[in-house]
């Protein structure tokens, strides 16, 4: 496996995949192409023989320096569990350090009881929200009105 920044090049690629990568949920609005532009210098892509395999989206928080934050991230359905996902994470972990970032911030959505227990897996933790979905606490309308999602948080320091 090989790790680079993401490119503007890459937008057509990540998003002609993101909607199958997710098993037919309509992703491709999460990912507008400002983010290949403007955060590329903390964003990964991670190939295999040239095929893309897995991303990951993420900065430094311009308003907050010492606060990182993973928008999104993506591995393919043939290359889970072979270790993209953590190999982007660290990658990333390793950056936000660099930067002296001291705490990576993330969301998923409370149906996603996969991505809940990975990003535990990976050392976050789940900020407390405003009431719980499932027994898990969640950020009421944190992305819109009726789009509660799971905030977590992972300490760097």
Known sequence: MDIRFLRESDFE????????WWGGRQMQGM???LFFT???NTSYVVE????LVGFLVGFQ??????????HFVGVAPNSRRAGV?????????????SLGVREVYGITSPVNKK???YHQQMGFSIVKGTKEIDGISVQEN????????????????
Do not use: C, Q, W
């Open 85 to 97: 996902g953590s190999f982007l994470y660290k990658t990333f972990f390793e950056k936000m350090n």
């Open 38 to 40: 403007h955060f590329s």
């Open 142 to 157: 944190y992305d819109g009105v009726g789009v509660d999602r799971v905030v977590f948080k992972k300490d760097l320091s």
């Open 48 to 51: 295999d023989h040239e095929i």
């Open 31 to 33: 990912l507008p192409r």
């Open 13 to 20: 690629l990540i998003n002609g995949s993101i909607n199958e």
């Open 115 to 117: 991505s809940i227990a």
């Open 61 to 70: 928080s311009p308003a907050e320096p010492e606060r990182g934050y993973i």
